[in-house]
């Protein structure tokens, strides 16, 4: 899948949570721009990197809010307090999240589903969100999950690499994945090249033949000279959301002598009516348009997936930078040792400090725009610390070397915790969890049978402005204010959703799983730290091909304008 992550290159699948912004400011007004290829939070005249506006995005692709309503809700509904992320507004937009706490307190099943397109080295702190996130929503929710590798993919998209080569990466990014913790009773873990068929490709095959080119050029921007496998591939991405496409992981074999082959099992209704929660960056929402759009027209109809939109983290240079694979100094790498951490931070990290002592002793600094800052909101598990920690330099009693101390000190322990883990997960360990198996879980220990649905209204925009920093502009750039009274509209209940863990960091012990961390420390891989909108109203048939080939136009130009 394209990583729920942000763009890592020009024609590459997205890399989640990564930052990209124009690398070369020319002078006029540029507006933010993003898709599942890549990001830009735009300029003002004077050519000065703007920061995002995640209000403005929300409104545009009309997603709900995360606001302390819902944050109460899912609070008392599993008993645990919000991840961190979600806490401080880095997780800031859903789909139909509330609909998934619906089921949850019902008692019943839903899967979680997230990814990565696999790439040769290491991965960077952007990469690891959507992991780190997903394995804290696994352990409050005690829900089946399953993590894709579009080994196939990154083939179709990167024109340099072999299928050999792509499947190494796919072994080798497993093992990362396996870092983070993920319960093995209730895991699996896919390489698209080695795993798809079955139920799953005649998911694919049904859900391609729904679309019309014109929708799925639209929405992902295909040209004439698009390769056929690329044109082909959002159907396997989309179906990954759909339960019915791992029978085995759900039901008993019917042939006792067979546990692995989908192609035993018959096609279910009651599998595919289980809905599925996508932890994603907003940049992936755009990948899952269609599938909402065209889930309920399946033979046997699934729900829209849910999604949680999480913010970008931003690269080393802060505004105007970008964190790419190939540039060792845009990021903090999964790989680097301690010293090259502290050499990255103190060198290359944007500060928003004073340009003299005496000047940030006067005027104090800006955490809105301070890198070692920001990171220390994704990474740093106490919140009070953190806010300690955001007065003292906002009034200049912290000093930018200062933040970035306490900012190397918890960057070296989360890779280190990370690079501890990776070692331990062994070959045995890595072909269980990629083996199709039937999963086990609990869920809810305690569902409510009276449970009645009241409706959530969503938050207004100045609402959520209360949660998490703000967006602001860099230095001398000027932003302009969200819009106001921009209630978050949702999507009508009959409606299908879609893909890239949290701050909360449960600090109680769990049961060790091996090769693994047995407990989340106090900010490692188990305590801190890839996808969808509306696109359109649906191709209903028409009653003349030229009817249909108009709305089909008309659904095309609407997705490319973002509505």
């Known amino acids: 899948m394209a990583d729920l992550t942000g763009a890592d290159g020009p024609g590459e699948p997205p890399a989640i949570t990564i930052a990209s912004h124009s690398a070369t400011a020319t002078k006029g007004a540029v507006e933010q721009s993003i898709d599942p290829w890549s990001v830009s939070a735009g300029q003002d005249e004077q050519g000065n990197a703007l920061s995002f506006d995640y209000v403005a995005i929300s409104k545009k692709w009309n997603t709900s809010l995360i606001d302390s309503a819902l944050l109460q809700r899912f609070e008392k509904l599993t008993g645990h307090k919000p991840h961190r992320w979600l806490r401080r507004g880095l997780f800031f937009s859903h789909r139909d999240l509330e609909k998934i706490l619906d089921t949850y307190e019902k008692g019943e099943t839903f899967l ?188 046997n109809p699934s729900p829209k997936p849910a999604l949680l939109h999480s913010k970008f983290v931003t690269a080393l240079q802060g505004p105007g930078g970008k964190m790419s694979t190939s540039d060792a100094n845009s990021a903090v790498f999964m790989s680097d040792t301690p010293k090259e951490i502290k050499n990255k931070i103190n060198k290359h990290a944007f500060s928003g400090g004073g340009a003299t002592l005496e000047e940030h002793r006067e005027k104090g600094g800006r955490t809105d725009v301070d890198v070692p800052y920001q990171y220390l909101t994704y990474f740093l598990e106490d919140d009070a610390e953190l806010a300690q920690l955001k007065s003292a330099y906002e009034k200049g009693e912290l000093l930018t070397g200062e933040m970035k101390k306490k900012c190397i000190e918890v960057m070296q322990a989360y890779v280190e915790t990370f690079q501890a883990a990776r070692k331990g997960v062994s070959d045995a360990q890595l072909k269980t969890y990629m083996t199709p198996r039937k999963l086990s879980w609990k869920g809810n220990p305690h569902p409510n049978p009276d449970f009645k649905r009241t409706p959530h209204k969503p938050p207004t925009a100045e609402a959520a402005q209360t949660r998490g920093p703000k967006a602001q502009p860099a230095p001398g750039s000027t932003l302009a204010p969200p819009v106001s009274g921009a209630d978050a509209d949702t999507e009508s209940e009959d409606e299908p959703d879609g893909f890239d863990d949290s701050g909360l960091g449960i600090t109680q012990s769990h049961p060790q799983r091996p090769g693994l961390a047995p407990k989340r420390p106090t900010y490692g891989i188990r305590g801190l730290s890839s996808y969808s909108s509306q696109v359109g109203e649906m191709l209903y048939p028409t009653r003349s091909r030229e009817e249909r080939e108009q709305r089909e136009k008309d659904y095309a130009d609407d997705i490319t304008k973002g509505f």
């Open 112 to 299: 979680l589903y997230t990814g990565r397109g696999p790439s040769g080295g290491s991965m960077h702190i952007g990469h690891t969100i959507p992991f780190e996130f997903t394995t804290w929503l696994q352990d409050v929710f005690d829900m089946p999950l399953v993590i894709m590798l579009t080994d196939d993919e990154k083939f179709l998209f990167k024109d340099s690499l072999t299928v050999e080569e792509c499947l190494k990466f796919s072994d080798d990014n497993a093992r990362d994945i396996l870092a983070f913790g993920f319960d093995e009773k209730k895991t699996f873990v896919f390489s698209d090249f080695r795993y798809m068929g079955g139920h799953f490709y005649q998911n694919a095959i049904e859900f391609s033949k729904l679309l019309p080119w014109n929708q799925v050029r639209g929405a992902f921007g295909f040209d004439n000279s698009t390769n056929i496998g690329r044109v082909f591939f959002p159907a396997i991405q989309c179906v990954a959301a759909f339960a019915s496409s791992y029978p085995e992981l759900f039901l008993k074999p019917p042939n006792a002598s067979d546990h692995t082959s989908s192609n035993t099992y018959p096609r279910s209704k009651d599998l595919a009516s289980i809905p599925c929660l996508i932890p994603c960056a907003i940049d992936q929402d755009p990948y899952f348009r269609l599938l909402r759009d065209n889930s309920h027209r399946m033979k």
